[in-house]
């Protein structure tokens, strides 16, 4: 911008500066991050389902335990809801999720909080409509396949990691929920392959 474009008031700003010798203004300091806890979840309603509803709180590895809440939480489901229902539910999940994660990471002034574990939630949800009905050793082998490709992030998961890194607002939600929705397709392709052979 060239400074005959800029608006009259910091055009006059800069030629005072300029006159007295004074350095422009320094910008302001990044907001400091904010730590998630039980008074941080209870503020609002994106922070209880960006959270977990609690599950993102655990001191150790809260991606495995909010993981782990979205396994028990699918079987508990799964004894009221049809598979067509699950559906449904899980396809007004994936909104809720965006909205949870971008509101939650926006007030935790961090772009991609571990404590954050909503993506974790419904991209395993996705992982578990597809391969269930299974049994108790598929699942725990569904469960670990989508923590290692979550965690690690080989290939087109650390590409969808990197596309939004460090991006706010809905465009730094939705690189928190893709990275998720790739680990998750990445465990149901190795899972496809291995029930093929």
């Known amino acids: 911008m060239s400074l005959s474009d800029r608006p009259r008031e910091d055009v006059t700003d800069v030629a ?37 509803f ?14 782990l809440w979205a396994w028990l939480a699918w079987v508990v489901l799964g004894l009221w809801l049809s598979p067509a229902q699950l559906g449904w539910l899980l396809a007004a999940s994936l909104p809720v999720a965006w ?7 926006d007030h935790l002034n961090v772009a991609d909080p571990s404590a954050v574990v909503a993506d974790e939630i419904v991209a395993f949800w996705i992982v578990l409509w597809l391969v269930l009905p299974a049994g108790f050793w598929m699942q725990l082998a569904a ?55």
């Open 99 to 105: 909205w949870a994660c971008t509101v939650s990471a």
């Open 143 to 197: 469960f670990a396949l989508f923590r290692f490709f979550d965690a690690v992030k080989p290939g087109p998961v650390g590409w969808a990691d990197r596309l939004f890194h460090d991006a706010r607002g809905w465009r730094g939600g939705l690189g928190i929920v893709l990275d998720d929705l790739v680990a998750a397709a990445c465990a149901l392709l190795v899972i496809a392959l291995a029930r093929a052979l």
């Open 54 to 67: 609690g599950s993102g709180l655990s001191p150790l590895a809260p991606g495995t335990v909010g993981t």
């Open 16 to 52: 005072a500066r300029a006159r007295t010798g004074q350095a422009p203004p320094a910008a302001p300091p990044p907001a400091a991050a904010v730590r998630p806890g039980v008074r941080f979840m209870r503020a609002h309603p994106a922070h209880w389902i960006g959270l977990g």
